[in-house]
C-alpha cells in the first residue's frame, strides 16, 4: 500500500462513520471532512473510540476550494471516499436548487482540487435510486439509468456521468460507483448509527423510534401492491457489511480500474410488515402500525443482483435481517436522542 | 412592459447577439453579459452598429457570483435570456470537467443571484441535442429526452431538469426551454454572423469557409444513410428566424407560463449534399467535397414537429434555405475572417 491517507468526505455521517472505521481496522489512513451540516463531531469523537486512533477531522465544505486545497497541501491523499451531499429527498423537490449546487457544484468544486493535487482515485457514493422504477428484477448493473424523479436521485445519476465522462476523457481516473440499496443498521458497539435530523424519511429510522417511544406508530404506505403481503420490498442492508464493501472496492481499485459500477445489496427483499415484524423481535418492544394510501412515486419492489460485486470485488453481505435489527435497536436504545444530548 | 432589462448572457456570441439585435428592435432594453471566452466585444460594436444603440455590455463570468451581484444592482433585471456556455462537442468529450463547471456551475451561480434579486424569468438555450437518437420524426416536444452521449448535450439536458425541477417547487419561476435545431446563416446587414474558433464543428460555417478559400474541402461524413441522396439530413432554421423565436417566447412569458419547452426549428430536413448545392448557388463559388465514413454517434436524420411554437407562441420560421444561403455568404465574404482583423 502506498503511503498516504484516504479522504472520506462526509465522513462523520451515517455511512462515512461506519466506513472509516472500517478502513481503520484494514489499517488504511484515514482524513475525514465534513460540513457537519447534517452530522455532529460527536459522531467522530465515538469513532475514534471504536478504533483506538485520533482520525484527522476537518470541518470543510466541499464548496470551499481553498479549504480543500489545504488539506490536500497538509495531507497526502491516495483516494477519494466521497460520501458528502444532501439526502433527503423530500426536501431535494422543495430545495432542488440547493441540492443541485451542493451535490454536483460540490464535487466539481472536489474533483477540481484533486486534479490539482493529482489525485486521480474516487470512490462515489451512488444509489440504487438511479435506476429509476425497475424494468426487471433483481436489478444488476446493466439496468437502464436516468429515470430518476427525484432532484436528489437526478443529483447521483448526474454525478456518475459526470465521473463516466471524465473518465472517458483522462486515462488516468479511477473511479468505482457504488449503487447502495437500503443501509440499515449500527456498528456492533452501539457507539455510531443512523441519526436523522427530525421526522425520519426511511423505514427503519423510523421503525427504531416508534419502538423506542419516540414516536407513535408506523404508517405503512400502500398494502395492496403485487408482493406476498402487500407491502413495498426493497433491498436492506447492514451498513457494516455495506462499509466492508467501500474497502474491498478500494483494494480493487488500487489495482487500477477506469470506471467501475457495482450494486452494493444482499439480493433479497423485505416488505415493510417483515422489517416491522422483525424489529420487534429483536427488540422486544412492538412496533403498532397502520396502513395508509400509496405514496406518489413508490414502487412495489426492488432489490439487487449483487452478484458481479461478490465475483470482481470478492465481496458479499454476511449479516442477515436479524442482526440488523439487533445492531440498530442497540444504537436506538442506547442513544435514544442520537448524537445530541437529551433535551 | 414593466421598466427594466433583459439581461442576456452570452449575448456577445452568435445565436446571442442575433437575438440582442430582434430584442432591441422589438423595443426592449437589453444588457449583455459575456465572459468573452468565445466571443469579441467586436460583435457588440457591430450590434450597436446595427441597432443604432448602445447594448451596455459586461465583460463577466456567470461563476465570478460578485460581479453578478453588481450588474443586477446596477440595473433592473426583468428575465434572463441564459446563451452563456461551452458549445462544441468534440472539445467537451475531451474536457468534460471543464464543460460541466462551466455550464451547469455558472448556471446555479446565475439562478442562485437571480433568486437573491428576486428575478424568476428565464429563457433557456437549449437544444434538440436533448432528444438524443430520435426515436420518431418529425420530433414534437412530447419526444423522450435524456440519451445524449456527449457531454456538450448532458450539459443542456441536466440544466433543463434543473430548471423544471425549480418550477415544480418554487411556483414564482416562469422559464422556457427553447430547444434548438440547427441554427444557421448570419444577420442580413453582414455584420454579424458565426465566428468559431479554429476548424468548424458545424456544416455550413466549414462550407462558407470552403467557399471562401479558407479550407480544401468538405468532408461528407457517409453517403449511405436511409435518406433520398444516402447523407444526413437536420433541420436547418436561419438565426435571425430563431431570434425572433425568443422574442416571442419572451412575450409569451410575461404572460406567467410556469416552465415551457418548444422547439425552434423549421420542420424541414435538408441533406448535406443539399446544403452544399444551395450554397454554391447562392456564392457563385464551387463547393468541392469528398466522401468519408460515418462518425461514431451521428444519426440519419433529425428535424423538428415546430407545430407546438406556432401554436403558442405564434412564431414560424419564414426564412428558406437560398435566405440562409445568402445571408451566410454576405456575412462569409465580407469577414473571411470574422471578427478577427486577417492576419
Chains 1, 2 share one sequence.
Not at 37 to 54: C, D, H, L, P, Y
Not at 188 to 208: A, F, R, T, W
Request: glycine share 10%.
Amino acid at each position: 500500500m502506498a503511503t498516504g491517507s484516504i479522504l472520506v468526505t462526509g465522513g462523520a455521517g451515517y455511512v462515512g462513520t461506519h466506513t472509516v472505521v472500517e478502513l481503520v481496522e484494514a489499517g488504511y489512513d484515514v482524513v475525514v471532512m465534513d460540513n457537519l451540516v447534517n452530522a455532529s463531531m460527536e459522531s467522530m469523537r465515538r469513532v475514534n473510540e471504536i478504533t483506538g486512533k485520533q482520525v484527522p477531522t476537518f470541518s470543510i465544505d466541499m464548496l470551499d476550494k481553498e479549504a480543500l486545497r489545504d488539506l490536500f497541501r497538509k495531507h497526502k491523499i491516495l483516494c477519494v471516499m466521497h460520501f458528502a451531499g444532501l439526502k433527503a429527498v423530500g426536501e431535494s423537490c422543495n430545495k432542488p436548487l440547493l441540492y443541485y449546487k451542493t451535490n454536483i457544484g460540490g464535487t466539481i468544486s472536489l474533483l477540481e482540487v484533486m486534479k490539482e493535487f493529482g489525485v486521480y482515485n474516487m470512490i462515489f457514493s451512488s444509489s440504487a435510486t438511479v435506476y429509476g422504477s425497475p424494468s426487471y428484477l433483481p436489478i444488476d448493473e446493466k439496468h437502464p439509468v436516468g429515470g430518476c424523479t427525484n432532484p436528489y436521485g437526478k443529483t447521483k445519476y448526474f454525478i456518475e456521468e459526470i465521473l463516466k465522462d471524465i473518465c472517458t476523457a483522462e486515462k488516468q481516473w479511477n473511479v468505482v460507483l457504488l449503487r447502495y440499496f437500503n443501509p440499515v443498521g449500527a456498528h456492533v458497539s452501539g457507539k455510531i448509527g443512523e441519526d436523522p435530523q427530525g421526522v425520519p424519511n426511511n423505514l427503519m429510522p423510523y421503525v427504531s423510534q416508534v419502538a423506542v417511544g419516540r414516536l407513535k406508530e408506523l404508517t405503512v404506505y400502500g398494502d395492496d401492491y403485487d408482493t406476498p403481503d402487500g407491502t413495498g420490498v426493497r433491498d436492506y442492508i447492514h451498513v457494516v457489511d455495506l462499509a466492508q464493501g467501500h474497502v474491498a472496492a478500494l483494494k480493487y481499485l488500487e489495482k487500477g480500474c477506469g470506471c467501475k459500477v457495482f450494486n452494493l445489496g444482499t439480493g433479497k427483499g423485505y416488505s415493510v410488515i417483515e422489517m416491522a415484524k422483525a424489529f420487534e423481535a429483536a427488540s422486544g418492544k412492538p412496533v403498532p402500525y397502520k396502513i395508509a394510501g400509496r405514496r406518489a412515486g413508490d414502487i412495489a419492489s426492488c432489490y439487487a443482483d449483487a452478484s458481479l460485486a461478490e465475483k470482481e470485488l470478492g465481496w458479499k453481505a454476511k449479516l442477515d435481517l436479524a442482526k440488523m435489527c439487533e445492531d440498530l435497536w442497540r444504537w436506538q436504545s442506547n442513544n435514544p436522542t442520537g448524537f445530541r444530548t437529551e433535551s
